[in-house]
Antibody, heavy 120, light 106 residues
Framework: EVQLVESGGGLVQPGGSLKLSCVAS????????MNWVRQAPGKGLEWVSY????????YYADSVKGRFTISRDNAKNSLSLQVKSLRAEDTAIYYC?????????????WGQGTTVTVSS | SYELTQPPSVSVSPGQTARITCSGD??????AFWFQQKPGRAPVLLIY???QRPSGIPERFSGSSSGTTVTLTISGVQAEDEADYYC?????????FGTGTKVTVL
């Protein structure tokens, strides 16, 4: 079964850090570009970060640039998002989503999400 | 920053047709994608490359493009189609999602 499973969310104080993880199974992880997308409570979807299949190309939303770091380990079929200097507005469900490399098939598989709550 | 604009809400009776628009200046040059999200669930890809349906997506969902506006059409709306819908496209460095549209089935 094709699956993405996120973990690592939790309650953290403003200014704190977390490392979110996404583990892939059931498909060739190294053939897919990966994205993190978040959704604040009661709000819409916000794209957060992208990493190419080989990890050579990385992009961030302006709202997280300089504070978040995306990475991947194709040998372990895993994607990570290191989040630092957290703010209340980073409170959200964080989803990972795959995109077949060099295609226009879109974000066709998503994980169930992991919740990050930033509060004192 | 680049934005994709959608109407906040659309209401439709069962069996009728719902149309959800998404407007953005770069849409003539970039493909659009559509997602459906039900409460407490992850988004599901409905349409890719403006008008293509992934396997398993019902034929009543279709996409079209005209200039700076793309449209998701739901023909013969069913009660189970009540959900939030988001368009998505490419930005200068990364991606952007539309503001989202809540579809209510009357």
């Amino acid at each position: 079964e094709v699956q993405l499973v996120e973990s690592g969310g939790g309650l953290v104080q403003p200014g704190g850090s977390l490392k979110l993880s996404c583990v892939a199974s059931g498909f060739s992880f190294s053939s897919y570009e990966m994205n993190w997308v978040r959704q604040a409570p009661g709000k819409g979807l916000e794209w957060v970060s992208y990493i190419s299949s080989g990890g050579n190309s990385i992009y961030y939303a302006d709202s997280v640039k300089g504070r978040f770091t995306i990475s991947r380990d194709n040998a372990k079929n895993s994607l990570s998002l290191q989040v630092k200097s957290l703010r209340a507005e980073d409170t959200a469900i964080y989803y990972c989503a795959r995109w077949l490399q060099d295609s226009y098939y879109g974000m066709d598989v998503w994980g169930q999400g992991t919740t990050v709550t930033v509060s004192s | 920053s680049y934005e994709l604009t959608q109407p906040p809400s659309v209401s439709v009776s069962p069996g009728q047709t719902a149309r959800i628009t998404c407007s953005g200046d770069a849409l003539p040059k970039q493909y659009a994608f559509w997602f459906q999200q039900k409460p407490g669930r992850a988004p599901v890809l409905l349409i890719y490359k403006d008008n293509q349906r992934p396997s398993g997506i019902p034929e009543r969902f279709s996409g079209s493009s005209s200039g700076t506006t793309v449209t998701l059409t739901i023909s013969g709306v069913q009660a189970e189609d009540e959900a939030d819908y988001y368009c998505q496209s490419a930005a200068t460095s990364g991606y952007v999602f539309g503001t989202g549209t809540k579809v209510t089935v009357l």
